[in-house]
């Protein structure tokens, strides 16, 4: 190796040892084509400028939070009554000289059921009884709804209740009608010893406030269990005259005629349970 470099020296060539231990020397023949190493720089200010972001975003959360604790105080403060001392003398007694006027909703509300002994709605002949006007069809949800509900109101108490069914006759309407003085009249009806009481919101309340018991006192009551051999509580039976056709036939004419016993269904009232 000594022999080597003193040979190189003589002939005035350069050593190669740069050539042989400088590997970018050996591997590029230019120091301009060697890769370059990498910046941070672009890195470290992304970084930067995302923290500053989140930095940001985490002090907008803190005022929004801090304006929202503002407004719940303010609330707090708007509904909690004042402290003694708080005010000024001459604001307190300028409040105190306010009278304060009660609005519509805060105003004492009439009651739904009016005095039905001083209403001079009578039904004649039923001094002595309860009678309700009502319907069994169930055409109209809340109508039945209604009906089903007095109905069973004045079941619990255990009275007698005449109960009119207009739509297994018609005569009943027409009859409710005439006493009313109404066309259109709503159901149910409710008339207690021949004085009228009401509709169905009227009995309600009556029976949630405990009147009702007070006025049912006399009524004649029911046994317990008990069911009415002519009809089995159907308040109806088919026409014996007849048998329900509606039509029977005129030897003397020798035709047909409508039945002047029975209604437009062919039923009368039950004799046991009319009366």
């Known amino acids: 190796m000594a022999d080597l470099e003193n040979r190189l020296e003589l002939s005035g060539k350069p ?23 990498p910046h941070f720089h672009a890195s470290i ?9 989140f930095y940001n975003s985490i002090e907008t959360v803190r005022s929004a939070s801090s ?16 402290k003694p001392g708080s005010r000024n003398p001459d604001e307190s007694q300028s409040l105190m000289n306010v009278k304060l006027r009660p609005s519509k909703s805060m105003a004492p509300s009439k009651s739904i059921a009016p005095d039905f002994r001083i209403l001079s709605i009578r039904l004649p002949g039923t001094d002595d009884r309860i009678v309700v006007y009502f319907t069994s069809l169930r055409g109209i949800r809340r109508t039945y709804e ?14 007698w209740v005449d109960e009119r069914d207009i739509s297994m006759d018609s005569a009943y309407r027409k009859e409710l ?7 259109n009249v709503s159901l149910p009806q409710v008339f207690i010893r021949g004085k009228y009481v009401g509709g169905a919101e009227v009995i309600k309340q009556l029976f949630e406030t ?22 089995g509580d159907a308040r109806f039976v088919p026409c014996m005259n007849c048998s329900g056709s509606r039509k029977v036939f005129d030897e003397d004419e020798g035709m047909l005629k409508r039945c ?11 004799r046991d349970c009319s009366s």
Do not use: W
């Not at 002047?260 to 039950?270: A, D, Q, T, V």
């Open 210 to 231: 405990g009147e009702l018991a007070k006025i049912l006192q006399g009524i004649p009551i029911r046994k317990p269990g008990f069911v009415c051999e002519g009809c």
């Open 67 to 82: 304006s929202f604790k503002g407004k719940v105080k303010k609330l707090c403060s708007f509904f909690e009554s004042d």
């Open 177 to 183: 009608q005439s006493v009313l003085g109404e066309k």
């Open 146 to 159: 209604d009906c089903y509900a007095v109905r069973m109101i004045f079941k619990g108490f255990g009275v």
């Open 15 to 37: 050593k190669p040892t740069t050539l042989f231990f400088n590997r970018s020397l050996s591997m590029y023949p230019t120091p301009m084509d060697a890769p370059k190493k």
């Open 45 to 53: 200010d992304h970084h930067t400028n995302s923290f500053k972001k």
């Open 260 to 270: 002047s016993e029975c209604n437009e269904n062919g039923l009368i009232r039950c």
